[in-house]
Structures are given as structure tokens and as C-alpha cells.
């Protein structure tokens, strides 16, 4: 059974960091593009960030870069975005999705929330 179980979300005050994490199970994980992806209320669902199945090449959306960094560790099927400087802006639920060929695989999502 394939399975995205994001985690790591809460309420943050602006300007701290957070980190959240992706756990993968039920398919090579190694070989799909991970990236994640953030829907604020009443918004559409945007992408924040993606890297290459080695880790190797990462991209980000304009919003975040210089602020948030993707990582993965391949031995744990595990992908992570740290989240720096976080600003009220960043409020959304932030999703994880695996990308290979034409198969989609998304979790259910962690809610952050950046208020003083």
C-alpha cells in the first residue's frame, strides 16, 4: 500500500524555522522526483519545491527560494523541506507528492500556520 504521510506542521510565530518531513512507503522511492506542494485557504494549490530522484537537482518556486531547502534521504524514503524565515504568506497546508513516468502519488497534507 502506498503511503505519503506528512508531518512536522503547526503554529509557528514569523521569522522562525520548521521542518517538515515526508514519509514514503509501498514504492521505490528512489526512483521518483519528490516535491511539495502548499494550498492556502481559498487558494489553488501551488509548488514550493522538487528534487531529482538521486537528490541531486532541487528547484523552487519564486516565493520561497533563499528561505526553503528540500532535501531526501533515500535510506530513510524520506523527503524534507526546512522552512526558514517563515512568513504569515506561508500559511497553507503543505502536501508531498512522488512523480515517476505518469504515476502520482500525493499525501494528505500537514497544516502550517505563521501568526504572532
Known amino acids: 500500500q502506498v503511503q505519503l504521510v506528512e508531518s512536522g506542521g503547526g503554529l509557528v510565530q514569523p521569522g522562525v524555522s520548521r521542518r517538515l518531513s515526508c514519509a514514503a512507503s509501498g514504492f521505490t522511492f528512489t526512483n521518483y522526483l519528490m516535491k511539495w506542494y502548499r494550498q492556502a485557504p481559498g487558494k489553488e494549490r501551488e509548488f514550493v519545491a522538487s528534487?531529482?530522484?538521486?537528490?541531486?537537482?532541487?528547484t523552487y518556486a519564486s516565493s520561497v527560494k533563499g528561505r526553503f531547502t528540500i532535501s531526501r534521504d533515500n535510506a530513510k524514503n524520506t523527503v524534507y523541506l526546512q522552512m526558514s524565515n517563515l512568513k504569515p504568506e506561508d500559511t497553507a497546508v503543505y502536501y508531498c507528492?512522488?512523480?515517476?513516468?505518469?504515476?502520482?502519488?500525493w499525501g494528505q497534507g500537514t497544516q502550517v500556520t505563521v501568526s504572532s
Open positions: 507528492r512522488a512523480s515517476y513516468s505518469s504515476t502520482n502519488y
Open positions: 528534487i531529482s530522484a538521486a537528490g541531486r537537482t532541487t
